[in-house]
Structures are given as C-alpha cells and as structure tokens.
T-cell receptor
C-alpha cells in the first residue's frame, strides 16, 4: 500500500526562525512529489519535485527531493506569522492520476 | 480566488437525503478531482476525471456518485450517507493529470 509520512505532526516556532519539514514516501512507481500549503480551506500549490538533488526555491521557501532515500524536505527561512498553516506533501505514482497525501505538518509561527 | 468554486460551502443532511455537491473551474483545465478530508487523516483521493472521462475511482462506496458533464463542471451526488461521511469535500483541477492541482475551498458536509 502506498504511504506518505510527514514529520513533525505539529511545530510551534517564533517569528524569524528557520524550520524544516520532512516527508518520506513508500510508493510504487514513484513519479513526483508535491508540496501544498493549507491555511483555511483550499490547499495551494508550492512545489513539484521530480529529480533528485535539485533544489526548488520560491522566496523564503525551498524544497529538495532525495529519490534514493525516498524523502523530501521543505525549508522555510525567516518565518513569519503568515507562514502558519498545514503543509501537505503528496506523491504521484504509477498511473498518471494516483496521488497519495501525508497527514500534514501543522506549523504555528508566533510573535 | 483559486479559480475553482465549490457550492454549497456547508451542507447538513440526514442519512436518507439526496443532495449534490457542485464544482466549477474557470482555469481551462482538463482534469478534475474529488477529495475527502477528515480530521487527522490524510486527504483521500476519491475520483479523477480527465477530459470528462473517469480515470480513477479509489474504492469509493456507491453512495457517492460523481458526474462530469463537461471539462468545467464536476458534481458529487450523495445518497443514504453515513455519519462517518461527515468531512470536508475538496474539488481540484489541473491542466492535465500529473500536473499540480488547484483546489477549491471545499464543502463542509455534516451527516446527522
């Protein structure tokens, strides 16, 4: 059975801290890994990773994939209160349409 | 505004009712999805449509019946639901399957 595990489950940091969120996966015929941010309702897309070792960056957020060790990390530097959200990781597999999500990491950034 | 609109935002229904959830995307995408999000559980993919054809059905009970009349609209017809079906139902779309998905705000469904 395909599985995506995220850690930690929740995290509280102070504004300005740097955080690293983890995502490991065990899936058949892995295709790509995606990160989403879910604040209130609709998850919003952050990154899609398909190649190992190539960092993707968007502002203070960056992510990298390790296909040998089957994990990805999402880094957020200089955190702000607006970064408070649930961060979801998902793996696409096998047939083009299959997508398996982790339970998410709930990040709270305090002043 | 994500370009994916879901109605209603909230729905309370009895176990014997029949209702439908609606999703509309204004992004010109060709693939649409239904997900179920329950508390403390991962997002569960329910159905995938590509070019109006169902390409994935993740062992969803028959009391959930999807319909995709065109590439912009997706429905989820509900009948004789159970209390454990209470959850947030999210619709998403993407240019093609395997592309990043854009989500709607969801319908919060409560079964009495």
């Amino acid at each position: 059975e395909d599985k995506v595990v995220q850690s930690p489950l929740s995290l509280v940091v102070h504004e300005g801290d740097t955080v690293t969120l983890n995502c490991s996966y065990e899936v058949t015929n892995f295709r790509s890994l995606l990160w989403y941010k879910q604040e209130k309702k609709a998850p919003t897309f952050l990154f899609m990773l398909t190649s190992s070792g190539i960092e993707k960056k968007s502002g203070r957020l960056s992510s990298i994939l390790d296909k040998k060790e089957l994990f990805s990390i999402l880094n957020i530097t200089a955190t702000q209160t607006g970064d408070s959200a649930v961060y979801l990781c998902a793996a696409t597999t096998g047939t083009a349409s299959k997508l398996t999500f982790g339970t998410g990491t709930r990040l709270q950034v305090t002043l | 505004e994500t370009g994916v609109t879901q109605t209603p935002r909230h729905l309370v229904m009895g176990m014997t009712n029949k209702k439908s959830l609606k999703c509309e995307q204004h992004l010109g995408h060709n693939a649409m999805y239904w997900y179920k999000q329950s508390a403390k559980k991962p997002l569960e993919l329910m159905f995938v449509y590509s070019l109006e054809e169902r390409v994935e059905n993740n062992s969803v009970p028959s009391r959930f019946s999807p319909e995709c009349p065109n590439s912009s609209h997706l429905f989820l017809h509900l009948h004789t639901l159970q209390p454990e079906d209470s959850a947030l139902y999210l619709c998403a779309s993407s240019q093609w399957v395997q592309q990043p998905q854009h989500f709607g705000d969801g319908t919060r469904l409560s079964i009495l």
